[in-house]
């Protein structure tokens, strides 16, 4: 074989360049970075629009549960890691663990839905919404838009425990990591950075 069939034979083993060494589907990979861009804009957003205006920021941010966010931060993370820990227990064969603890981590990610609602609904009895002001604006599109995320990851998670060959768990977990970053940085930057 000669170096252009050899290079050639390299290029089709990995169609996804550096994407096809990640776990899971690249494809998942490409939304996963879509998303994380996505959520870095909306970061800035925030960030910039809290430097502009921040006795407004303080004011609203101060009008938020830290409590509540950080429960959600735990929910989170220990779903992610039960996630992970079903990814461990298929790669070693034990698919009712997995399946278990898949479970598991969705049923976490319902929790982390209903403490948002709570926190959304103890805003709306104070009066508070989404035209309120710009730091309630952006409170909402930021967590609204992750908590459709949180949404979509059980639904994800729910198809790979159906379907669970190792590829698709590694595929649903990593979206499902995703969503966990994305919300351990939004809780410091919206609920604890003044």
Do not use: C
């Amino acid at each position: 074989m000669d170096a252009a069939n050899a290079m050639n034979a390299a290029q089709e083993d990995r169609p996804w360049g550096a994407l096809s060494d990640l776990p899971g589907h690249p494809m998942m990979w490409v939304l996963i970075l879509t998303e994380v861009v996505t959520f870095g804009l909306l970061f800035m957003t925030f960030a910039v629009t809290k430097a502009i205006h921040p006795g407004l920021f303080a004011a609203g941010q101060a009008q938020l549960d830290p409590v509540l966010g950080g429960l959600n931060t735990l929910v989170l993370i220990t779903s992610g890691w039960l996630a992970a820990l079903a990814v461990e227990a298929r790669t070693i064969g034990k698919r009712g663990t997995a399946r278990l603890l898949l479970g598991s981590a969705m049923a976490l990610g319902l929790v982390f839905i209903a403490i948002k609602i709570a926190e959304y609904a103890a805003k709306a009895q104070a009066g508070i919404d989404l035209e309120t002001d710009t730091f309630f604006t952006l409170y909402f599109l930021l967590t609204g838009f992750h908590l459709l995320h949180v949404v979509l990851g059980i639904i994800i998670l729910a198809a790979v425990a159906l379907s669970d060959s190792i590829v698709n768990l590694k595929t649903g977990t990593a979206f499902w990591h995703m969503v966990d970053l994305v919300w351990v940085v939004m809780y410091p930057l919206i609920y604890l950075i003044g």
